[in-house]
Structures are given as structure tokens and as C-alpha cells.
Antibody, heavy 121, light 111 residues
Framework: EVHLVQSGAEVKKPGESLRISCETS????????IAWVRQMPGEGLEWMGI????????RYSPSFQGQVTIYADKSTSTAYLQWSSLKASDTAIYYC??????????????WGQGTLVTVSS | QSVLTQPPSASGTPGQRVIITCSGS????????VYWYQQLPGTAPKLLIY???ERPSGVPDRFSGSKSGTSVSLAINGLRSEDEAHYYC????????????FGTGTKVTVL
């Protein structure tokens, strides 16, 4: 059975760095894309980007390019989302997700439980 | 800044039919499959409809999707209290370097 288990909630100050994780199991980690999706408080879903762990091909939504880094560790089947300098506006729930297919055939079959990131001075 | 537009809310009484629309453009809905996700309060989203009108196993046939040009709709027949949730359309967008895009979301309330 496919599982995506995310790291726990974080409370950080503006300017601090942060890495959150998404540990996967139950499937071939290197054969599927992993996506990150943001949901700000009371708001909708926003696509941040995806990574293909098999070759580390990474693509960012234009809104998130340069703002975050997505990477994956094949040895532990874990994907990461990283910030070098957090802002208050980064406060949100972040979901990792495993799509099946690519392009027009991309459907998100599995989701992590979400990681709440709170950035406040 | 979503490129797929949905009405913010929809409502109905138990047993009624509710329809949610989602409007896009030729670079997303017009040329790609559309997916619908249901997000119950406090939970992660769940795939509800894939490839415009297909239901994953376990999704009741009360839910159906349709597409026409650059718009799609999700119909919920025989509305039930457990259908109260947010619903998001989504599709691949061929513009720029390609990206998945979500709709603005619709909150369905069961009166």
C-alpha cells in the first residue's frame, strides 16, 4: 500500500531556514513524480512543483521558482521541500502528493497528511 | 492567481442535485484532461474524478464530470450531508514550461 508520511508541524521566525520531508513507501520511489502543493490559511490549493526522483528532473511553478527548493533522496525514498529564508507569507499547510502519469494524464492518487508551517516573529 | 475559475460556493438540500462549474482556457482545459478533487474539512484532498468523467473505485456514482470546450462541470446527484466539502478542478497547463493548475475551489454546503 502506498503511504506518504510528512514531517511534523513547524513554527519558525522570518528569515530562518526550513526543510520539511515526505517519506514514501509501498511503491517504486524512482518511478513516479512527487509534487508539493501549498494551501494558505482559508485558501485553495496551489501547485508548487514536482520532482522525478529517478533522474532528479525538477520543475517549479513560476510562482515558486527561486522561492523554494525541491529535492529527493533515493536512498531513503524521501522528498524534501526547503526554504532558505522564510517569510510570514509562507505560513501554510504543505502537502506532498504522488501523481500517476504526467502531463495531461497527471492525476494525484496519493497525498501526504500535510505539514503546517507557521512563520511568525 | 489560479487560472481555473470556480464559483466560491454552492449549496443544496439533501437529495438535490448540485452542479459546480470550472472555466479555463485553451492551454489547460481546452487541450488536456480535467480532474476533480474533494477536500473534506481538515483533511488532505482526494481524487474524485479523473480524465474528465471517470470515477476512481470507491467514489459513488452520484458524482459525475463533463467537459465542453474550455469549461467543465462536476455534478453531485442526491446530495448527502457527507458531501459538504471543498471541490477543486485541476488540469495540466501547456503554457510556459508546463504546470499543473488548480481551480479556485468551491465550497459545497448541505443545507
Amino acid at each position: 500500500e502506498v503511504h506518504l508520511v510528512q514531517s511534523g508541524a513547524e513554527v519558525k521566525k522570518p528569515g530562518e531556514s526550513l526543510r520539511i520531508s515526505c517519506e514514501t513507501s509501498g511503491y517504486s520511489f524512482t518511478s513516479y513524480w512527487i509534487a508539493w502543493v501549498r494551501q494558505m490559511p482559508g485558501e485553495g490549493l496551489e501547485w508548487m512543483g514536482i520532482i522525478y526522483p529517478g533522474d532528479s528532473d525538477t520543475r517549479y511553478s513560476p510562482s515558486f521558482q527561486g522561492q523554494v527548493t525541491i529535492y529527493a533522496d533515493k536512498s531513503t525514498s524521501t522528498a524534501y521541500l526547503q526554504w532558505s529564508s522564510l517569510k510570514a507569507s509562507d505560513t501554510a499547510i504543505y502537502y506532498c502528493a504522488r501523481p500517476a502519469g504526467s502531463g495531461t494524464f497527471m492525476q494525484i492518487d496519493y497525498w501526504g497528511q500535510g505539514t503546517l508551517v507557521t512563520v511568525s516573529s | 492567481q489560479s487560472v481555473l475559475t470556480q464559483p466560491p460556493s454552492a449549496s443544496g438540500t439533501p437529495g438535490q442535485r448540485v452542479i459546480i462549474t470550472c472555466s479555463g482556457s485553451s492551454s489547460n482545459i481546452g487541450s488536456n484532461f480535467v480532474y476533480w478533487y474533494q477536500q473534506l474539512p481538515g483533511t488532505a484532498p482526494k481524487l474524485l474524478i479523473y480524465r474528465n468523467n471517470e470515477r476512481p473505485s470507491g467514489v459513488p456514482d452520484r458524482f459525475s464530470g463533463s467537459k465542453s470546450g474550455t469549461s467543465v462541470s462536476l455534478a453531485i446527484n442526491g446530495l448527502r450531508s457527507e458531501d459538504e466539502a471543498h471541490y477543486y478542478c485541476a488540469a495540466w497547463d501547456d503554457s510556459l514550461s508546463g504546470s499543473y493548475v488548480f481551480g479556485t475551489g468551491t465550497k459545497v454546503t448541505v443545507l
